[in-house]
């Protein structure tokens, strides 16, 4: 019960009940009550200034081990991302090159790592901006890697088609009319020579210099045309042209290795003198024939010359 308060009656002598009006006791409550709560702010206010929450500690223990997370992520990505531009650059200077590929480019998928340093750690979607970029880089690697096995798996192909022997037996032959310009034989006038003569007598044997396919076989009798002539398609944009044959030994669509007979040497068509009229072509384009074999007539022989290239 709560303690009453008294005061004396000087009339009557007697001690009389002090009675509180209902007005004070609320005024009092009020005051107690806010003074109550200025007190709990003023400790709230300085707990927290000097002290953390178990709540608050927990974020940021959970926040720092994000952090943590993040800076090895990232150096994770730069180092993988280093990885992949030593790939790019053995691609680029060596296989490419070997197989004489285009270079590609990183130019629109570069994830600039180092810069992004300052914020990728701490922000989640920038952070997967730059893995994007990096599976990207890896994807446009990989595709060329791709491209390049193709062109691996083909290279023994390729070097059995090369045309890289001469046509006939050089000690049977020589080399007259060079490839380029020089004067017609039987004008006179400068003309365009798109091969290399080879005078031999009628009868020498003609080979294929490089595996490949029968493409054209033409006979004629025309003294403007090549005579009677073969046309091996080798692949890989190549062709052979062996004109002014005395006999053809082939037909159109026969598959054929290097170093087989396909004809004799002859002088039909626009010719002066048994010759063989030999060309290397490239999607079209005549070559010249002499860069594709070594005249080693001289130390070997035309069959070791042959075996050894097959």
């Known amino acids: 019960m709560p303690r009453q308060k008294y005061k004396l009656n000087t009339e009557s ?57 993040y800076d090895l992520l990232l150096k994770d990505i730069e180092n993988a991302d280093k990885i992949v531009n030593d790939i790019n650059q053995r691609d680029q200077n060596m296989y490419r090159t070997l197989f004489g590929l285009d270079k590609i480019s990183y130019t629109a998928e570069r994830t600039n790592i180092d810069h992004q340093k300052e914020y990728l750690v701490y922000n989640v979607n920038k952070t997967f901006e730059g ?4 599976r990207r880089k890896v ?14 798996a083909n290279m023994e192909r390729m070097a059995l088609c090369m045309p890289s022997i001469p046509p006939i037996d050089l000690k049977k032959a020589r080399v007259s009319d060079s490839f380029g310009w020089r004067p017609d034989p039987f004008t006179g006038l400068p003309r365009q ?11 020498t044997p003609i080979y294929a210099s490089g595996d490949g ?25 190549y ?15 026969m598959s054929v290795k290097r170093g087989d007979m ?49």
């Open 13 to 69: 002598l007697d001690f009389e009940v002090i009675k509180i009006p209902l007005r004070r006791k609320t005024q009092r409550f009020l005051v107690m009550f806010v003074s109550s709560l200025i007190l709990f702010f003023i400790y709230t206010q300085i707990y927290y200034q000097f002290f953390e929450s178990p709540k608050i500690m927990l974020l940021k223990s959970k926040t720092l081990n994000v952090k943590l997370k």
């Open 131 to 134: 893995l994007n970029k990096f």
């Open 139 to 152: 994807y446009i690697q990989s595709k060329s890697f791709d491209i390049i096995s193709k062109y691996a």
């Open 193 to 203: 020579h798109k091969g290399l003569d080879f005078p031999a007598a009628v009868g």
């Open 213 to 237: 396919v029968v493409s054209r076989v033409t006979y004629s009798n025309s003294r403007e045309s090549y005579g009677n002539v073969i046309d091996i398609n080798h692949g890989f944009g």
């Open 239 to 253: 062709l052979t042209r062996y004109a002014h044959l005395s006999k053809i030994l082939v037909r159109e669509g």
């Open 262 to 310: 396909i004809g004799l040497c002859g002088n039909t068509g626009r010719s002066k003198g048994p010759h063989l009229h030999y060309e290397v072509r490239y999607y079209g384009e005549p070559l010249n024939p002499k860069k594709f074999y070594i005249d080693e007539s001289k130390e070997i022989s035309y069959d070791k010359i042959i075996n050894r290239t097959k």
